[in-house]
């Protein structure tokens, strides 16, 4: 038998001449042809080098991550009440109580309760507001009323012969001048009163309220919490439309939808070279469902052809980022590991955020617009699938800023990962559950006496583990001719005082470390002292909230202004129809209304009752004493204050038409008796007669 190999078209050989078949080389260049068809970003040599840069950054990413995963889950079993596999080991191969203390989880609990309250409140004020700059810019058309105005005065007094000095001239500039910044800042104001609307019109729609507080839930557990926002997602929204004969119908209409999500710290992958969310690659790990996936097509920079590709070997099974954590996350949440992972259907998929060469992006296929530069380093946003690109494109922002805001309790500089406040009061936690075990085994062993038994004194069958009350002992005679009793008793020890006292030593340790003490979440933790005066506890409370504060502010730097000040800029890029300035800055208040939210409404109540004179009124003036009840009515947090308190307009508008009443008055002719009208100072009548006629 000789083999034939055809290298000019299709690879083939003859068997003994009846049966043609094809060599295993031939058949595997045909399946690469095949794959490289079906799929040709895996097949390409650029993408696969591009999917091994991302996957090495991956491997980096995961491997620097272990430490802090597993601190974070140790804060997750704290949160739930539960020790770790090894730790309840060595407890039972002792025995006695398991008993564990939820010292963290309160702190969490009056922390998660503490920051709410502050930032969220009741919802009917934001922790945000946009303000004008101290000095904004004043538009081309006032530069030039300015100056036409200086240059007509100027002419004026040229005219009547008066020399007009450098100075008069720079006087007259700087009157004009205060007086337009008057209009401008007025101006500005109410441009950033409408900026705000549109500012807090997106976020309420976009679930950031929603993504805050569950920020505010990993912030009291994990080392670092995540915001990520504003992102464009498709949404199914219920729309509706005119129907048959008038009537309303119920459409579903899939559309474009900026939102705020909070992001799982577990699938936050940052180098372990990063200082902060915009240094160095950051991976964010996504668990997509089939339709999670399908609702992509359509959206800029994804690639449906990849994503098909995706969902048919998805088919088949596949498309996992097993990772160790896995199981241990779903175990520390109370879930059923096999359950949560073995059997779970969703999509792994890696968004990537990194600098990726000009060079390799060109080979990739981007343009030479998009990439000018083969040389430069270009800040990129890509998401791999198993060893598919289903998205890449450059960094849209114009700062190449990605849309996440993080933060901690307690915040380490030059760190990505933080403390958390389980790092804060772990070595407490672990005191207080010591203690609360000992005591446990103490009571169990101290409640009662304890029994001494001579076996060899006892008859056969008799069951010494039986106690109770007038029990008949049945016992021999020693042999050896002792005298001892054959049952004797003794009572053990009770140490439970000294296991209180530790526990609550301990117990106040946390207090201290979290800066959390009883007292600010209402309960009575014997402070005595200071504590007992109401005077007393509102400075203990002040102090306690220092550090609150502090947690606060961060929150307000890092993640309050940041975000609002990205949503603003989103919608003055994106919504040019909504004509709002730039010319505007993001003040976050949530430390400021910790601080003078409770004594402001005093000092305003004082002020009011203060100018409520007719002298402070005509300084104030209408329109200053209905500002100061606007700001009075707010902090109240009443619903639709201006139903109650009347606007700027329309008070000027009250006061026109009481002044044309008055006026209109004042013009009516005085009306005496009989209906007879004074004209020149006598009385005008049909049958007037002379006096004494």
């Known amino acids: 038998m000789q083999l034939g190999l055809n290298t000019q078209g299709p690879q083939q050989v003859t068997l003994n001449g009846v049966v043609t078949a094809k060599p295993l080389s031939a058949i595997l260049m045909e399946e690469a042809a095949q794959a490289a068809k079906n799929n040709p970003v895996a097949s390409s040599t650029v993408v696969s080098s591009l ?15 272990m430490p802090i995963e597993k601190s974070m889950l140790s804060a997750v079993r704290a949160r739930r009440g539960e020790y770790d596999s090894e730790k309840l080991e060595q407890i039972r191969s002792q025995g006695g109580s398991e008993i564990y203390m939820m010292i963290f989880a309160t702190k969490a609990r009056q922390m998660k309760a503490l920051l709410t309250d502050i930032l969220i409140g009741t919802g009917l004020e934001k922790p945000w507001t946009l303000n004008p700059t101290p000095m904004p810019d004043l538009p081309d058309m006032q530069k030039n009323q300015i ?10 007094y040229e005219l009547m012969g008066q020399p007009v000095s450098v100075d008069e001239i720079r006087q007259v500039m700087m009157d004009l001048r205060d ?8 101006q500005a104001k109410r441009d950033a009163e409408f900026a705000e609307l549109e500012v807090e019109d997106m976020m309420v729609e976009g679930g950031f309220k929603e993504a805050l507080d569950q920020f505010l839930d990993d912030l009291s557990v994990f080392k670092t919490a995540f915001i990520k926002g504003p992102i464009v997602r498709m949404s199914n929204e219920l729309r509706w439309v005119e129907g048959p004969e008038g009537r309303p119908v119920a459409q579903v209409q899939a559309i474009k939808k900026r939102v705020y999500e909070r992001v799982d710290p577990f699938n936050i992958y940052p180098l372990p070279w990063n200082k902060g969310i915009h240094d160095g690659a950051l991976i964010e790990r996504h668990k997509l469902s089939r339709y999670d996936l399908s609702s992509m097509i359509g959206l800029d920079g994804y690639s449906a052809d990849e994503i098909r590709a995706v969902l048919d070997e998805h088919g088949s099974g596949g498309l996992h980022e097993w990772l160790w954590t896995d199981n241990a996350v779903a175990a520390a949440e109370g879930r059923n590991p096999a359950m949560s992972t073995n059997t779970s259907d969703l999509i792994d998929a890696l968004q990537y955020w990194g600098c990726v060469s000009g060079k390799m992006l060109r080979e990739w296929g981007m343009t030479e617009a998009e990439v000018p530069d083969e040389a430069k380093e270009y800040e990129v946003e890509a998401w791999l ?28 500089p030059g760190a990505f990962w933080h403390n958390s406040l389980y790092d804060v009061v772990a070595d407490c936690q672990d005191m207080c559950n010591a203690a609360a075990r000992a005591l446990a085994n103490n009571m169990g062993i101290g409640s009662g006496p304890q029994v001494v038994v001579n076996v ?52 106040s340790m946390a207090d201290e470390y979290s800066g959390i003490p009883k007292y600010m979440a209402g309960m009575s933790g014997g402070e005595g002292g200071a504590g007992r005066t109401a005077s007393g506890m509102s400075m203990m409370i002040t102090n306690a909230s220092k550090q609150v504060k502090h947690t606060v502010s961060s929150i307000d730097t890092h993640i309050i202004e940041p975000c609002v000040e990205r949503t603003y800029q989103h919608i003055l890029m994106y919504a040019p129809e909504k004509s709002i300035t730039g010319d505007l800055q993001v003040q976050a208040r949530g430390a400021v209304s910790l601080v003078a939210k409770e004594s402001a409404q005093v000092r305003l109540n ?9 002298v402070d009124m005509q300084i104030v003036g209408m329109d200053g004493r209905a500002e100061l009840l606007r700001q009075a009515v707010k902090r109240l947090d009443v619903p639709n204050p201006e139903k109650i308190i009347p606007t700027a307009q329309q008070i000027k508008m009250k006061a026109a038409q009481a002044q044309m009443q008055q006026m209109q008055q004042m013009q009516q002719p005085q009306q005496i008796g009989g209906g007879q009208e004074l004209m020149d100072g006598a009385p005008v009548t049909d049958n007037f007669q002379p006096t004494g006629a």
């Open 51 to 65: 999917v091994s840069y991302i996957r090495n950054h991956w491997q980096l990413a995961k491997t620097a991550k």
């Open 147 to 156: 100056l036409e105005a200086v240059y007509s005065q100027v002419q004026q």
């Open 179 to 186: 007086e337009v910044h008057a209009k401008v800042m007025e």
């Open 385 to 412: 699938v198993g060893k598919h690109v289903i998205k890449a494109v450059l960094n849209q922002d114009p700062l190449y800023r990605r849309p996440y805001y993080c933060d901690g309790f307690s915040r380490i």
């Open 456 to 507: 060899d004194r006892l008859p056969h069958g008799e069951d010494i583990t039986e106690m109770y009350p007038w029990k008949i002992w049945q016992t021999t005679n020693d042999p050896m001719g002792s005298s001892a009793a054959p049952v004797s008793f003794f009572q053990p020890g009770n140490n439970s005082a000294e296991l209180m006292s530790v526990f609550e030593r301990f117990s």
């Open 606 to 614: 004082e002020f009011l009752m203060a100018t409520g004179n007719p």
